[in-house]
């Protein structure tokens, strides 16, 4: 299968990152992982990604100020961003992200959402 595009995922629950990471990859993508915002923006430094999933709750760096360091940055302001959340995000947060899915959600509707994002018009 053609690589997919390449995604990170910035979750702190190792649990909920690695069940993502196998999904993903299973449907063609390219993953790379970190456990924080901070460890986000050095991988995004280090790789720049097709597509960000980023959880809005986490220790140290979390969602919200992760966002708010990528748009302020010329070279990474237009990455698509998925913010995933237990909650619904208002103001700045929810407009910094492309797309809002509120935890629980299904694969079936990641996996939409991803595509909408893929480089390679993957469907």
């Given at each position: 299968m053609a690589e997919a595009g390449a995604i990170l995922v910035i979750e702190d629950d190792p649990g909920i990152r690695e069940t993502l990471s196998d999904f993903?990859?299973?449907e063609g993508f390219s993953v790379d992982?970190?456990?924080d915002?901070?460890?986000g923006l050095e991988r995004v430094a280090a790789r720049r990604p097709d597509l960000i999933l980023v959880d809005l709750l986490m220790p140290g760096m979390n969602g919200q100020?992760?966002?708010a360091r990528l748009r302020a940055e010329a070279a990474t302001r237009s990455l698509p961003v998925v913010l995933m959340t237990g909650g619904r995000p208002v103001?700045?947060?929810a407009a910094a992200a492309d797309v809002v899915l509120e935890k629980?959600?299904?694969l079936d509707?990641?996996?939409a959402t991803?595509?909408?994002f893929s480089p390679r018009g993957h469907v």
């Open positions: 993903l990859r299973s992982l970190a456990r915002g901070a460890e100020q992760f966002l103001g700045e947060t629980p959600f299904e509707e990641l996996l991803v595509r909408r």
